[in-house]
């Protein structure tokens, strides 16, 4: 059986854990980070030096970074999902939105998040949130615009881009942002409907976040 390292509400764990479901693996969770700790012990940073989660055990195969982590399940356990599409063009413009979400979208993002989730409302500086919603809807525009003539990110089939991004769209579009300003993004929220019809969103994405 698989194991999973990390706390069920990290957006990195998320993905892993929607992925798992998607392919019906069986797995074990084990908490860590944050207020779980053990990502700092010896045995721990032995698999994965950077100290992060999530990291993946598969038998004697350790494996971290989250997105290395979806496209080694879909390569190995997902073959005929369609989540990693076959043929050099359809895997390089998939794999493209998994590079983008973690050179552009996390970092505009990261900050909105945890000044709105994860600061006490006293302590908040809204203009700068208020700021950082704007750069990061103009991000999300990207992908409306991509949205607009197709049910999912590539297309008619969902795939890994369709994790990773609907697990970050859930930070952007839920009512956790409801006092700020955000830009219309119709094909997004459509979109974004359809992903929350799927039993494994619902189970690892949907609740609410902390």
Not at 48 to 55: A, L, S
Not at 123 to 134: C, I, V
Not at 146 to 153: G, M, S, T, V
Not at 173 to 191: I, K, V
Request: charged share 25%; hydrophobic share 40%; proline share 6%.
């Amino acid at each position: 059986m698989l194991k999973i390292w990390g706390r069920a509400n990290s957006v990195n764990v998320q993905k892993v854990l929607w992925c798992c479901d998607e392919l019906r693996l069986p797995y074990e969770r084990i908490d860590a980070g944050m207020h779980y700790g053990r990502n700092n012990e010896a045995a721990y940073l032995a698999m994965n030096p950077n100290g992060r989660v999530p990291t993946l055990e598969d038998g004697d195969f350790v494996l971290w970074e989250s997105n290395a982590i979806l496209r080694y399940l879909a390569l190995q356990y997902g073959e005929a999902s369609g989540l990693y599409p076959e043929g050099a063009r359809a895997r390089a413009s998939m794999e493209r939105w998994l590079d983008w979400t973690l050179a552009s979208l996390q970092p505009a993002e990261r900050p909105l998040f945890w000044g709105m989730v994860r600061t006490p409302p006293e302590q908040r500086d809204m203009a700068a949130l208020q700021k950082a919603a704007d750069e990061t809807g103009k991000l999300w525009q990207v992908l409306d615009e991509r949205l607009k003539d197709r049910a999912y990110i590539e297309g008619q089939a969902f795939t890994l881009a369709d994790i990773v991004l609907g697990a970050y769209c859930r930070r952007f579009l839920g009512a956790e942002l409801d006092s700020l300003r955000r830009p219309a993004l119709p094909h997004l929220q459509a979109w974004y409907e359809r992903l929350q019809e799927r039993p494994a969103f619902r189970r690892h994405i949907a609740p609410a976040l902390t």
